[in-house]
């Protein structure tokens, strides 16, 4: 979940390298570090910390002018966030600068067949065995691309490897497995790193890398081949965002921005879904109709606020398709031996389409025969090429840590998939499908009403900022929506929240309600009238032990008044699509919280975007 960038070309590298760290210091912000190559050789900076320091470090002692260079931004696995654990890492004899995102899970053995030749080591990471075996394929005589490509043979486990050679001016070559790598073509210059972002400022086209394979770059152009030398086809994409999608545009987060750019993100999801015989259609479908007929069973595999995403679209998909839907934390799904046949279709929820462990639950869905399809928002990324079918989300960049926009943009592409199963099943009409969809087109508008009324969660969030503990309670698709909010407080405000169907209260959680406690409920519309009053007594039981009840009530709702402290108004829907109104408060209150605690609320503790190793 590092954050990697190699450039090639006529500017000055170390900006360049810079400034796509900045864009990527999302996906780890442990420590960061640079290497270029120019008149003075090989030059290497780097600091534990965030960026912030080795700009400070740059600046106390710069690097000459170089016109490549490679860059990281670090999610420390093996060994602690120290300046010496810091990438880029050198070879032995200081020709080889070496960055790595992953795990290299047969480094023990490989780091002690180096020691027994005599090699030292200055730090404690898997990725200095890389620079050191690349090191000593380049120091006895191999070309860098060879060299990587002979060392790739022998690593197990995830990665993405940058290196530049010394004595090899104007080029990079970097391998993946498992791993983000992307490359991005210029005029007259290169990159290469985990994501778009990185290099967007310079130009939106770019290269998918798949499995196993090494590019080779220079100014002029790139090269792919497998691990074992055979060139490998690329497919080349444009990026459909600019540069100002991937900064603040003078919001204070991140995170804030993302939250405002639901409406158009939810827009862009449900935009042109519909053919010209007002059929639902998918971004990419290789899975036959007779098969989706005989689909089972559905099992959603996600982590996160995914797997929260994968709970609601279990509500939407069992109503309209009548097929049994199961939800699976990723982390869990292969290790439990599930039951997975040729008829059980797996649904893969993934933002950046490289999560690793959803990735490694796809492999194992199509082992066993199943179909997967792929919602993602993130074009060429792993996931995606590796399913038979994708619908992407069309989010635009997430840069904040915490979800926001990805997670609607989720809940509205499952909705989007249950509909397609519908149509292709027979199990709805068309008039009943175009029914929910004029609904689900409705509802950016509303997302953007929601947002409109923002002011009184802000007071809100101003009232319970010295709050110890926050509650979430919800009913049916509620209750993904209530741990989507505690998760939210627990992610970017450090809070303990928790997140509980109202229905279990009494066995057990309504222990936690102490006088002033906050208690978030989410109230399904008045349309499903028993598990409307069943809510509402809910409110009342934690009410009577001091309570303090935030609730969340549609427009119109007059029952809840007597029992709520304060209610937070939310425009009409159908309770199947509610998730895309009542989630928004949630989003803006723990935003707000965390802001006025002080807290970094794009780069929270101990996380990062993309989780990159299992």
Same mark, same amino acid.
């Given at each position: ?445 509303? &997302? +953007? %009403? !929601?947002?409109? #009324?923002?002011? @009184?969660?802000?007071? $809100? /969030? ?76 809910? &409110? +009342? %039981? !934690?009410?009577? #032990?001091?309570? @303090?009840?935030?609730? $969340? /009530? ?61």
């Amino acid at each position: 979940m590092c954050g990697i960038i190699g450039y090639v070309g006529p500017r000055e590298a170390q900006k360049v390298v810079i400034d796509g760290l900045r864009r990527m210091e999302y996906r780890g912000y442990d420590s960061a570090g640079i290497a270029v190559v120019g008149e003075q050789g090989l030059q290497a900076r780097k600091k534990a910390g965030k960026l912030a320091n080795l700009e400070t470090e740059l600046t106390a002692q710069p690097l000459a002018s170089a016109s490549f260079g490679i860059g990281h931004t670090r999610w420390a696995t093996h060994g602690g966030p120290t300046d010496g654990n810091a990438h880029p890492h050198l070879s032995a004899s200081g020709r080889v600068a070496l960055v790595h995102n992953g795990i290299i899970e047969n480094f023990a053995a490989l780091r002690a067949e180096l020691e027994d030749e005599g090699v030292g080591f200055d730090s404690e990471t898997d990725t200095e065995v890389a620079a050191q075996l690349v090191g000593r394929e380049v120091d006895g005589g191999a070309d860098l691309a060879d060299a990587m490509r002979t060392v790739c043979k022998r690593l197990e486990g995830a990665f993405t490897l940058v290196a530049l050679d010394a004595e090899q001016p104007d080029r990079i070559v970097a391998a993946r497995r498992n791993s983000p790598l992307v490359v991005g073509v210029g005029e007259g210059e290169m990159f290469v790193a985990s994501d778009v972002s990185a290099f967007i400022e310079y130009t939106r086209e770019a290269v998918e890398m798949g499995q196993d394979e090494v590019v080779d770059v220079n100014p002029d152009g790139y090269a792919v081949t497998d691990f074992d030398g055979a060139p490998a086809p690329s497919k080349p994409y444009h990026v459909d965002w600019d540069l100002s999608a991937a900064e603040k545009g003078g919001y204070d987060w991140f995170m804030r921005k993302e939250i405002f750019e639901q409406p158009k993100a939810v827009a862009d999801t449900l935009l042109g879904r519909f053919d010209p015989n007002h059929q639902l259609t998918l971004d990419e479908v290789r899975i036959s109709e007779v098969e989706l007929k005989t689909t089972d069973k559905i099992v959603i595999v996600a982590c996160g606020t995914a797997f929260y995403a994968g709970l609601v679209a279990k509500y939407a998909i069992e109503h309209w398709t009548r097929i049994p839907c199961e939800v699976e934390i990723a982390s869990e799904f292969r290790y439990r031996d599930p039951i997975i046949t040729p008829r059980t279709l797996v649904v893969t929820i993934s933002q950046s389409g490289e999560t690793a462990d959803t990735l490694m639950a796809v492999r194992h869905a199509r082992q066993q025969g199943a179909k997967v399809v792929a919602i993602c928002n993130t074009n060429g990324s792993t996931i995606p090429r590796e399913s038979d079918a994708v619908l992407y989300t069309h989010a635009g960049p997430e840069i904040g840590v915490a979800s926001t926009k990805g997670f609607l943009t989720q809940v509205a592409a499952c909705y989007l998939l249950g509909l397609y199963l519908a149509q292709v099943r027979g199990t709805k009409f068309g008039d009943e499908i175009a029914t929910v969809m004029a609904e689900l087109e409705s509802m950016p508008a509303k &997302i +953007q %009403e !929601v947002l409109d #009324r923002q002011d @009184r969660v802000l007071a $809100l /969030a101003a009232e319970l900022r010295g709050a110890r503990s926050v509650l979430f309670l919800g009913r049916h698709v509620g209750y993904p929506v209530a741990l989507e909010g505690a998760l939210k407080l627990k992610e970017i405000a450090y809070l303990h929240a928790e997140g509980f169907p109202a229905g279990e209260l009494k066995h057990g959680p309504i222990a936690l309600v102490e006088d002033g406690t906050p208690v978030f409920v989410i109230v399904p519309p008045q349309g499903r009238d028993q598990l409307h009053d069943k809510v509402i007594s809910n &409110i +009342q %039981e !934690v009410r009577a #032990r001091g309570a @303090r009840t935030i609730v $969340l /009530a549609e427009d119109g709702d007059v029952e809840v008044e007597p029992y709520a402290d304060v209610i937070l108004r939310l425009p009409r829907a159908s309770t199947l699509l509610q998730p895309l109104l009542a989630t928004i408060p949630l989003q803006v209150f723990a935003c707000e919280i965390a802001t006025l605690a002080g807290h970094d609320v794009d780069q929270p503790r101990n996380l990062a975007k993309s989780v990159t190793v299992e």
